[in-house]
């Protein structure tokens, strides 16, 4: 029911609401119930991923393409660098205050 009320403003001619109402959309299809639907996501997806002006949006728009089997840029652009944890020079990790 509540993906049916979202669906009905994928075609907003507004784009921040039919991008809200797509990514909402998108989320709520992750629901092995809803998994139907994923297939007419994927457009809205990918033009999410391309023009979207909302990093976080653009984010659930790749990883959803990702896991859905779609082809997608290789690196999550959103992934941190892996951080270096090793000890200072000092002795001192990073979790550590430097006094």
Do not use: C
């Not at 979202?6 to 299809?29: K, M, N």
């Not at 082809?71 to 979790?95: F, I, N």
């Amino acid at each position: 029911m509540l993906y049916q009320a979202v669906a009905s403003f994928l075609r907003e001619t507004d784009e921040d609401v039919s991008d809200a109402a797509a990514v909402t959309a998108i989320l709520l299809a992750e629901h092995p119930a809803l998994a139907g639907h994923r297939e007419h996501l994927v457009p809205s997806a990918r033009r999410i991923l391309a023009n979207g002006n909302n990093d976080a949006d653009r984010h659930v728009a790749w990883r959803a393409l990702k896991a859905w089997g779609q082809d997608v840029p290789e690196a999550d652009p959103w992934e941190e660098e892996p951080h270096d944890w090793e000890p200072h020079s000092d002795g001192r990790g990073d979790l550590e205050p430097p006094f």
